[in-house]
């Protein structure tokens, strides 16, 4: 059953927007909506979903060809995202997480997010609590600040007290949308993975 988290308490809207962000709602990944996901999926153009930040245990196993991009077996997502949230069937080294959507009142998926339920080197490092992606005709509206405020709820009834948020020193957004919620940048280190500046944020829950 998706849990579904009603969040409109915690959400600012921006009037001048064309998105009324109380409109949406945090969702655990649901089979229901294979299509949405899709959607979304497509909108961001690359070959392999593993790239799109947030989208968690959904981009694992078998690929499918899907029109423009590839998607893995959408069912097979499903049920390998529910495992990893209940630590099961973990590959070597994974720490359990659970995946969300964003998603509006006609069930549109805007945003996903990976909420790792707590750190392991490599987390500690660079990839923190949170990985998110925000669909790039939802940007600028306010649905990363929105959804990581929601995230921190979670984070905290999952008995995180202190959240680390990681970001390339060029995301200004993602940045923001840290700094929005409340992060303090501890420091900066180079990706061992890209070579590239990222930097590091905590959020007290
Ligand atoms: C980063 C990302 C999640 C932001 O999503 P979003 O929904 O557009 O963010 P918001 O609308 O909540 O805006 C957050 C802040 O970033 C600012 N912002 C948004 N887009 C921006 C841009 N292109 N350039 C500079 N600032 C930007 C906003 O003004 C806001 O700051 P403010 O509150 O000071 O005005 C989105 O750009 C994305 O998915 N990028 C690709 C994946 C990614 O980088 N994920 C994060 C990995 S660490």
């Known amino acids: ?5 009603s969040a409109s ?54 690929p499918v060809e899907n029109g423009t991009t590839r998607l893995y077996d959408f069912f097979e997502g499903i049920d390998r995202s529910r495992d990893h949230a209940i630590g099961k069937n973990l590959p070597e080294g994974w720490v359990p997480a659970t995946t969300y959507w ?18 392991n080197d490599f987390l500690e ?15 600028g509206q306010g649905c990363a600040t929105q ?19 990681t970001c390339d020193k060029d995301n200004i957004a993602s940045r923001r949308t840290i700094e929005n919620s409340g992060g303090v940048k501890e420091n900066e280190i180079v990706s061992g993975l890209t070579g590239k500046t990222k930097q590091r944020f905590w959020i007290d829950l």
Do not use: W
């Open 1 to 5: 059953m998706a849990r579904n988290i």
């Open 125 to 139: 490092l660079e990839g923190g609590h949170v990985g998110y992606a925000v669909k790039p005709s939802s940007r």
């Open 147 to 165: 959804f990581l405020h929601v995230i921190k709820l979670l984070a905290h009834d999952k008995g995180i007290s202190r959240l680390l948020v």
């Open 102 to 119: 964003l998603i509006d009142n006609a069930e549109n998926v805007h945003a996903t997010a990976n909420l790792r339920h707590q750190l």
């Open 9 to 62: 308490h915690y959400f600012l809207y921006k009037a001048s927007l064309n998105m009324d962000v109380r409109s949406l709602r945090v969702i655990e990944v649901n089979e229901t909506m294979q299509k949405q996901f899709e959607a979304f999926c497509h909108e961001f153009k690359v070959d392999d979903p593993a790239e799109i930040h947030g989208i968690g245990s959904m981009a694992e196993g078998r």
